[in-house]
């Protein structure tokens, strides 16, 4: 299977996703963040250094899981925008 070079969005999706698994982490050692969610640590390495920039989605809510992050919260971080149709926070009703 030959894989397509990823362009420049998705790399910088990449890094801004590695740098909110980072910050999320925090003092946590990457080791223990990885097992908790089943990965390996290599691989959490590379999705927090930004060398998997578009890593598998059960990965991702794995890692954010551990991490207590909701996946809303990761989508608005790595896309800079709300999802469409994102959940609604609570209390607030539709028009």
Known sequence: MVRLPLTPAEVERGQRLGALLRR???????????????????????IESGRVATPAF???????????????EVWTEINGTPRRGAVREAGERSA
Request: glycine share 6%; proline share 8%.
């Open 24 to 46: 999320a982490r925090g003092p946590r050692s990457m080791l223990e963040t990885a097992l908790d969610a089943g990965v390996s640590p290599e691989t959490l390495r590379k």
């Open 58 to 72: 059960p990965t991702i809510a794995a890692i954010a899981d551990v991490l207590a992050l909701s996946l809303d």
